[in-house]
């Protein structure tokens, strides 16, 4: 098989038999024009070569760049594009829900001002995070996250993100990619005790919007082996590189000689696949 276009990080969803399972496919873009998608599980135990030929495309305009911000936007679609509002960052910045939009009403209204969970998941340790109800449990496959647990659901953004703002003070809020790339076992009862402890830390102020009831979610990625040491793959210092590909664990690619290449960070980059 042979692919050429701009990277764009892999759709993901949840396999229809086993609903523990990530599945994977990738959805790159001429420039900012769909391609067909592909399964990539097929690519799994094959030789796949990338072959990066310089050019990088901002994925909102099309127009060619010479460095990425955020991911794989031009400098001015940082500044101006609505994907890079403060409060995609900073969720507790949102002042949608009062009618106020930060950089673009109509696009606010559609992604902030719509109900959101505050989680803990299970990735290189424990994190918080807030994402949409509509992006569970996507956004956790996105970060590689083993398991994950809702701890409140919240009718928009902002009052999520402010529930996050108040458990930052015990939780993580990153992840650490090396760790999360190697094999994290699942546990749901380090899940459901963190969730009793973030009832405890926000208090009464906010039970109204606690979840009591829902489980602890596992996820399994389609991995062959784990690598032992990380060594990541950039374009821009390595850009011809190819072997086989061992797994898929959040938006990295999984290589043999312990190498990782992170889809999402190359979002823009103009490249050939040939598996």
């Given amino acids: 098989m042979k692919w050429y276009g701009n990277i764009r990080k892999m759709r993901v969803s949840m396999d229809p038999i086993d609903h523990s399972k990530a599945r994977y496919l990738w959805c790159g873009m001429d420039r900012v024009e769909s391609l067909t998608t592909t399964d990539i599980h097929d690519w799994i135990g094959k030789e796949v070569a990338f072959n990066f030929d310089g050019e990088i495309n901002c994925v909102v305009s099309g127009k060619r760049i010479k460095k990425t911000f955020g991911e794989g936007m031009s400098y001015d679609a940082w500044l101006k594009a ?4 403060a409060s995609v960052f900073n969720p507790e910045l949102s002042r949608i829900h009062e009618g106020v939009a930060l950089r673009d009403q109509a696009w606010e209204e559609e992604h902030h001002n719509q109900p959101h969970v ?3 998941s299970q990735t290189s340790g424990l994190k918080v995070g807030v994402t949409r109800v509509t992006n ?10 083993t398991g994950a647990i809702v701890v409140a659901n919240t009718p928009y953004r902002q009052l999520a993100g402010e529930l996050e703002v108040a458990l930052k003070a015990n939780l993580a809020d990153k992840t650490n990619f090396r760790k999360m790339l190697t094999h994290v076992e699942f546990d749901s009862e380090l899940l459901l005790e963190a969730r009793e402890s973030a009832f405890d830390w926000l208090g009464e102020a906010y039970e109204s919007f606690f979840e009591e009831h829902s489980a602890p979610f596992e996820i399994h990625y389609p991995v062959e082996h784990y690598p032992e040491k990380i060594n990541s793959i950039r374009l821009d210092k390595v850009p011809h590189f190819h072997g086989v590909l061992q797994g898929i664990k959040g938006q990295y690619l999984l290589f043999d000689g312990n190498r990782v290449f992170n889809v999402r960070s190359h979002a823009g980059y103009r490249v050939s696949i040939e598996v």
Avoid: F, L, N
């Fill in 136 to 145: 569970v449990p996507y956004r956790w496959i996105d970060q590689g996250a």
């Fill in 118 to 120: 505050v989680y803990i």
């Fill in 82 to 85: 609505p994907q890079a509002v």
